[in-house]
């Protein structure tokens, strides 16, 4: 990987962004999502790399494009593995709520954890309470390490939850140790990597949330420095979703081992989720976020927000760009 893929991965988010966010706020979230697809594919296309999907859409059989295993990119070059999420959050994207964002990670070949379409158990804190906190802990015990970490007092700390019935007892907890909770509907990436900076006002992302999901969050956090594990979740009676309706604990455990995961319980770090030697996170905001701003579209530019972790050069990049329009003479900037 080098220097250049890093101009080239920003380009790829913004394009997803900007085509998902023609679709805000018209209820239409498959549609937005395919937008973010067809969009975030076609400018990988023109990156000159081997470049292979390792977390996408889905399978090759339900997902026409983006699919894991499918091959991105001229085809020579270097190979690059890439975790995709094209439109994250795409309720808040159809619904026009904060939070909805294209978003990527790439790294080295074998440099990103195959994450199998399961639940995962998160937790992501700032850099200095990397390796401090532990997710084997309780919530009670992880807020008092955070508390001395931060230097902040317990009823200063906001806590990140999703808004699920699976976290009644977690919020019940934070809430007992006088934490604030911010509950989110969806969009866990962009509160793990908010815990990554000062002044997003997020302090720690507790509970359960996607895995593939979950691989994204480690890139970036691995790549800044922060703090986040998790642990895969396979019984039904804990992630309580009804997307598990059919679902047993049993058969979760034998679609785990088909994978090759035998180590069901096994508590991953964030280089181990994203283990390659280098590790790009990439994401572009779609709606108004905790990091960027969403797509603002102008009568002769439309302006996208995005950043760029990137262990390559040891960076955050913050970038505002205005895409101009084919004849545009003036731009309000
Ligand atoms: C999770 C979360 C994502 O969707 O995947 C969630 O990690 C789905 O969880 O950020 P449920 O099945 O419990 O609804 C997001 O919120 C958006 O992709
Ligand atoms: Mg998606
Ligand atoms: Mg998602």
């Not at 997902?63 to 085809?75: D, R, T």
């Not at 990554?196 to 507790?206: I, K, R, S």
């Not at 604990?249 to 964030?270: Q, S």
Request: proline share 3%.
């Amino acid at each position: 990987m080098n220097q250049t893929l890093i101009q080239e991965i920003l380009e790829v988010v913004e394009q997803a962004a900007i085509a998902s966010a023609k679709l805000t706020g018209l209820g239409q979230k498959d549609e937005a999502d395919a937008a973010a697809v067809e969009a975030m594919r076609l400018r990988m296309g023109k990156i000159e790399m081997k470049g292979k999907i390792v977390i996408g859409e889905g399978e090759r059989d339900e997902a026409p494009m983006l699919y894991i295993g499918e091959e991105v990119g001229s085809g020579n070059g270097p190979g690059v593995d890439f975790a995709v999420d094209p439109c994250e959050g795409t309720n808040l994207c159809a619904n026009n709520q904060r939070g909805s964002m294209a978003v990527l990670a790439a790294s080295d070949t074998g440099g990103l954890f195959n994450a199998p379409d399961f639940y995962m158990n998160k937790l992501a804190a700032p850099p200095a309470a990397k390796g401090k906190v532990d997710i084997r802990n309780s919530a009670t015990e992880n807020l008092k390490i955070l508390s001395n970490c931060l230097d902040l007092a317990i009823d200063e700390l906001t806590v990140v939850v999703m808004d699920r019935a699976r976290h009644k007892g977690l919020i019940k907890e934070i809430r007992e140790c006088g934490a604030k909770i911010q509950p989110i509907s969806d969009g866990d990436v962009q509160a793990a990597i908010a815990c990554g900076f000062a002044g997003t006002g997020t302090h720690c992302l507790m509970g359960i949330g996607a895995a593939p999901e979950g691989v994204i969050s480690a890139a970036a956090m691995r790549a800044l420095g922060g703090h986040f594990q998790g642990q895969l979740v396979y019984d039904p009676s804990i992630a309580q979703t009804s997307e598990w309706a059919d679902y047993t604990k049993e058969g979760n455990i034998k679609r785990l081992n088909e994978m090759g995961i035998t180590d069901i319980d096994k508590i991953y770090e964030a280089n181990e989720l994203a283990s390659g030697e280098n590790v790009i996170f990439a994401g572009s905001g779609i709606t108004d976020g905790l990091l960027f701003d969403g797509v603002k579209f102008e009568k002769d530019c439309t302006r996208t927000s995005s950043l760029v972790i990137s262990t390559l050069d040891s960076t955050c990049r913050f970038t505002n760009t205005i895409h101009m329009k084919d004849g545009a003479k003036s731009i309000n900037l």
